[in-house]
């Protein structure tokens, strides 16, 4: 018995020495923790977002935002929201080999959803960088056939028939329902 306690005290101590090297690690990379103080927290997302000073991050573009995420009327078929394959509850991802979309379509290049968590401060978006921005990825799966098929003039369209919806893009933008600003939403 005390052969294992020092066994286990040993493979402790092990991993906390490890974890502060990890730890040291990644603050010699550069790498600082995302603020948990909400005001920070804002002021960060601002400064990674391109369009911040012409769209700055509000409680009423977050909560739009959110309520579009779960919506599948964004998708032709009405069935897929950005949710289906950025799924919350399994990490912001869908955790298949490949993802699926309109019509049972599976992905053209074999991939599946990168997670969305934290995505604002990615530097490039999608798995190969051909987004510089979170909302001209957002723009992507909404229109392509493979994914969730629809066109811009179909979701304002949809939109717009929504009282709802457009009461909080006037209140997130003051403006009326746009596809630039669903997609910064």
């Known amino acids: 018995m005390k052969i294992k306690s020092v066994l286990l005290g040993s493979v402790a101590l092990a991993t906390a020495l490890n974890a502060q090297n990890l730890i040291q690690d990644a ?3 550069g790498l600082v ?12 997302i601002n400064e990674a977002s391109p369009d911040a000073e012409k769209y700055p991050t509000t409680m009423a573009a977050y909560e739009l935002g959110k309520r579009l995420y779960f919506d599948p009327r964004l998708s032709k078929s009405g069935i897929i929201s950005c949710n289906t394959c950025h799924n919350l509850g399994l990490g912001g991802a869908d955790g298949v080999p490949a993802s699926t979309g309109h019509k049972w379509t599976p992905n053209p290049h074999h991939v599946n959803a990168p997670t969305v968590y934290n995505s604002v401060f990615n530097s490039v978006q999608f798995w190969d960088g051909r987004a510089a921005h979170l909302a ?19 979701v304002e369209q949809r939109l717009k028939s929504i009282p709802a919806y457009v009461s909080e893009f006037k209140a997130a933008f003051n403006s009326d329902v746009s596809f630039e600003l669903v997609t910064t939403a």
């Open 33 to 44: 923790a995302i603020p948990s103080d909400p005001k920070a927290l804002t002021k960060a």
């Open 136 to 154: 001209a990825q957002a723009a992507g799966p909404m229109t392509a056939m493979p994914e969730m098929a629809s066109t811009p003039e179909l």
């Open 27 to 29: 603050l010699d990379a």
